[in-house]
């Protein structure tokens, strides 16, 4: 009963957050940043505003998951890494990767791409934050996971930089935006 309290108050803060976000958008900036470049990556965090427009946001950069059957009992997952890092990707971006400390260009990505990675950095945060044991939390983390995952392929198209290297937000371009 608990468990489905906090879910469906997660899917409600995660639904009006970003109806929130595409109505109150004066527009993000968009395109490489001067002197980004392969031999001088930047942090992601230059790129990123954490899990919200316009962050940061500690409400969405941070979650607090229960678990009545592992100890203890609450566990906090933070997804700032991940936001930034999607971010970058849809601004065009080479950053340091927070997670691996890999260089990542994500001029030639495509938005679907991007996602999907976003996905997989929130996924790999649950993993690295909550214990194995607390299973219950785990699956919880996963499930706000894809709750932000659908989000950002449902509202996000108009904030991906089809065209990192012209200045200004451009819908089409080099990279697809699918």
């Known amino acids: 009963m608990?468990?489905?309290?906090?879910r469906r108050l997660v899917v409600s803060f995660a639904?009006?957050?970003?109806?929130?976000?595409?109505?109150?958008?004066?527009?993000?900036?968009?395109d490489t940043l001067p002197g980004n470049t392969p031999?001088?990556?930047?942090?992601?965090?230059v790129y990123g505003n954490?899990?919200?427009?316009p962050g940061p946001n500690v409400l969405l950069d941070l979650q607090i998951i229960p678990d009545p059957f592992a100890f203890p009992h609450v566990f906090p997952v933070f997804f700032r890494s991940a936001c930034d890092m999607h971010d970058a990707g849809y601004d065009g971006g080479i950053v340091f990767d927070p997670s691996t400390g890999a260089i990542v260009d994500t001029r030639s990505m495509s938005r679907l791409a991007i996602d999907?990675?976003?996905?997989m950095d929130l996924t790999t945060n649950c993993n690295q934050q909550v214990p194995w044991?607390?299973?219950?939390?785990r699956q919880q983390c996963y499930g706000i996971a894809n709750i932000y995952f659908t989000a950002v392929?449902?509202?996000?198209?108009?904030?991906?930089?089809?065209s990192p290297s012209i200045p200004g937000k451009q819908f089409t371009g080099t990279r697809p935006n699918n």
């Open 50 to 53: 954490g899990c919200s427009v």
């Open 15 to 30: 639904v009006a957050s970003a109806g929130v976000v595409g109505l109150s958008l004066p527009g993000a900036h968009a």
């Open 39 to 45: 031999s001088t990556p930047f942090p992601a965090a």
């Open 2 to 6: 608990f468990t489905r309290r906090i």
């Open 116 to 119: 999907n990675r976003f996905l």
């Open 133 to 137: 044991y607390a299973f219950i939390a």
């Open 153 to 162: 392929r449902t509202f996000a198209a108009g904030f991906f930089d089809a």
